[in-house]
């Protein structure tokens, strides 16, 4: 079993559309986090939760929407979406807000054309 | 958050060992070191993590200077599948404040036969 799984890996759509990505952890962790990795592979925060209650919400456009609908599952809603939205979104938990490590997920690929 | 400075990369041959250099010389009293490193085309994975004292685990040691400005990474025996990107974050730590990974640009380790 995946500790953390995202879906869907990859997503090519066109600039105005709106899309999710979705966010599943099965480790029983309270915290989850959803970070950008651009095409220069800088890694940036953008949101966290803790036990549904967001925690961290980083410059952000408010295109992105975060939604928890339980502990164990952090969705990324997009809407109209633009070029520079291109990116691999990572999902990651942990079992702590500031504490522990953290477990990520393989990635969701989104390309906007 | 206080910076970490790493090299762009480093090489190193299979089987031999690696020292990934950090320097944190504005770190604080109550940041922790971690190391996480990312495989291509994967998520970051978490290596380990110490506050003061040299840490070992299974992947990896992690040696901390007396005065905490500077750590050092040690993969004792280098194959092909740890090379990888690895970063060196430091982690500000209090009960139940959020706390973010803020990742730099890490340094690219590319490991040769």
């Known amino acids: 079993d995946t500790a953390v799984s995202q879906t869907p890996k990859y997503l090519v759509t066109q600039m105005g559309n709106d899309k999710s990505i979705k966010c599943e952890q099965n480790l029983g962790h309270d915290t989850m986090y959803w970070y950008k990795q651009d095409s220069k592979k800088f890694l940036k925060i953008m949101f966290s939760y803790n036990n549904k209650e967001l925690i961290i919400n980083e410059t952000v456009p408010n295109r992105f929407s975060p939604k928890s609908p339980d502990k164990a599952h952090l969705n990324l809603h997009i809407n109209s979406l633009e070029l520079g939205d291109s990116a691999v979104y990572f999902c990651a938990s942990s079992l702590y807000p500031a504490t522990g490590e953290l477990f990520f997920g393989e990635g969701s690929r989104l390309t906007v054309l | 958050d206080a910076k970490t400075t790493q090299p762009n990369s480093m090489e190193s041959n299979e089987e031999e060992p690696v020292h990934l250099p950090c320097n944190h010389s504005t770190i604080s009293g109550t940041d922790y070191i971690h190391w996480y490193r990312q495989l291509p085309s994967q998520g970051p994975e978490y290596v380990i993590h110490g506050l003061t004292s040299n840490v070992n685990n299974r992947m990896a040691s992690l040696a901390i200077a007396e005065d905490r400005k500077s750590s050092t990474l040690i993969l004792h025996r280098a194959t092909l599948r740890d090379a990888a990107v690895y970063y060196c974050?430091?982690?500000?730590?209090?009960?139940?404040?959020?706390?973010?990974?803020?990742f730099g640009t890490g340094t690219r380790l590319q490991v040769t036969l």
């Open positions: 974050i430091l982690r500000a730590s209090g009960t139940g404040t959020a706390s973010k990974l803020t």
